[in-house]
T-cell receptor
Framework: GAVVSQHPSRVICKSGTSVKIECRSLDFQATTMFWYRQFPKQSLMLMATSNEGSKATYEQGVEKDKFLINHASLTLSTLTVTSAHPEDSSFYIC????????????????FGNGTRLTVT | GQQVMQIPQYQHVQEGEDFTTYCNSSTTLSNIQWYKQRPGGHPVFLIQLVKSGEVKKQKRLTFQFGEAKKNSSLHITATQTTDVGTYFCAEEYNFNKFYFGSGTKLNVKP
């Protein structure tokens, strides 16, 4: 169980266009979804925290108008990179989270496979 | 932002040697989690530590949480090539966010 589907896995777009990335928890309802960005050989940087039906909470330095997050249901969150530029090229990865009882006492993050965005 | 430091950044070992990665925080942690990310893959949950001084084992992996809940370690005994990957610790902040350490990339030479 605990499968998180993220797509697309790869996308190449031209500068100035927008790209939408979807993250779905397939077999459980996630109370929260997190969006991370990972640069090559680096750690995962938290971008935003998303709860169903409420506005996302963005980390300091992350432009909310640039990275639009919609959390329409307990199983779906989307990240839209608006007016993408080459510096937005990165690996974006979502994770779904459900507290406690679904997984015993542990509360792990379940990650999607990530989206490699290349902006030309 | 991130409050947990992780060392070393890289570790190259010969197969059969042991490996340890450490995470340190300046603040007391509510809990700490460990993840493994294989090359080209996504992070996969390994363990969660909650109690002061807690020690958990998974086969050749031993996880420890410090008495003050400010540090944690992951030790792998007799590494195998399948252990290759990057190991991250992650702290839960304010019970609603997870910040990851910088990671330790493990390379195991056969």
């Amino acid at each position: 169980g605990a499968v998180v589907s993220q797509h697309p896995s790869r996308v190449i777009c031209k500068s100035g266009t927008s790209v939408k990335i979807e993250c779905r928890s397939l077999d459980f309802q996630a109370t929260t979804m997190f969006w991370y960005r990972q640069f090559p050989k680096q750690s995962l940087m938290l971008m935003a925290t998303s709860n169903e039906g409420s506005k996302a909470t963005y980390e300091q330095g992350v432009e909310k108008d640039k990275f639009l997050i919609n959390h329409a249901s307990l199983t779906l969150s989307t990240l839209t990179v608006t007016s993408a530029h080459p510096e937005d090229s990165s690996f974006y990865i979502c994770s779904a989270f459900a507290r406690d009882s679904l997984f015993g006492i542990d509360s792990p993050l379940h990650f999607g496979n990530g989206t490699r965005l290349t902006v030309t | 932002g991130q409050q947990v430091m992780q060392i070393p950044q890289y570790q190259h070992v010969q197969e059969g040697e042991d490996f340890t990665t450490y995470c340190n925080s300046s603040t007391t942690l509510s809990n700490i989690q460990w993840y493994k990310q294989r090359p080209g893959g996504h992070p996969v949950f390994l363990i969660q530590l909650v109690k002061s001084g807690e020690v958990k084992k998974q086969k050749r992996l031993t996880f420890q949480f410090g008495e003050a809940k400010k540090n944690s370690s992951l030790h792998i005994t007799a590494t195998q090539t399948t252990d290759v990957g990057t190991y991250f610790c992650a702290e839960e902040y304010n019970f609603n966010k997870f910040y990851f350490g910088s990671g330790t990339k493990l390379n195991v030479k056969p």
